[in-house]
């Protein structure tokens, strides 16, 4: 379950980290992580233990607990043609 967890909690950071960072997809394609590794050291890594659970944390910083959907949505736009999952 942990690395279910860690997929889920990336899926959305990159959700709220494209919020933030201008043109996000392209910079990742173009191999330019500065302004990602930037965001995630503000929202996450600075904090180390700071907070009790990994809900506190992202509710903090973020604004919401641990969110299911936006992996869902990951995995939809991943795999749902593929299978024709609709």
Known sequence: PTYLLGAMMAAQLYHYCGLDVPDLEE?????????????????VHVHGRRYGSLDELLER????????????RYLEGKY???YQVD
């Open 80 to 82: 749902g043609e593929l």
């Open 27 to 43: 910079k990742i394609v173009k191999g330019e992580f500065g302004d990602v590794k930037e965001w995630l050291k503000k929202k």
């Open 61 to 72: 910083e973020i604004g919401e607990k641990l969110n299911p959907d936006y992996f869902i």
